[in-house]
């Protein structure tokens, strides 16, 4: 391939455009990464995605054990997220939100199973 030098080279031409809903499922695996184990009865986490240009802002919503350190958990996932992104989609990442969704408790799922014994 030679490069045409009013056009420039080749592999500098064109554009490649990835789909928001892409973005928003490479998001959600590295919440699940970030997360580590999704609580017993409790769904695994998802996210929507705001892309402008190069720049994306995550929102994630997901559901923690009880008790559990939240702060650290929440800044894993932001963490992971961010990398992820960044590494995969060459975007920049300039904000990701976590939304804790529910926190499940042995002593609920405890009642949750007796309730469908009885």
Known sequence: MTA????????DRGATRIADRVVAKIAAQAAR?????VPDGGSRPHASVVVHRDVVRVAVSLE????????????????????R???LVGMEVHEVTVHVERLH????????RRDRVS
């Open 64 to 83: 923690l054990d009880y008790p559990a350190d939240v702060g650290r958990r929440c800044g894993a996932v932001r963490s992971r997220v961010r990398t």
């Open 105 to 112: 408790s042995p002593l609920t799922r405890q009642d949750a």
């Open 4 to 11: 045409d030098p009013a056009r420039g080279p080749v592999r």
């Open 33 to 37: 990464e970030g997360v580590g184990t």
């Open 85 to 87: 992104v960044e590494e």
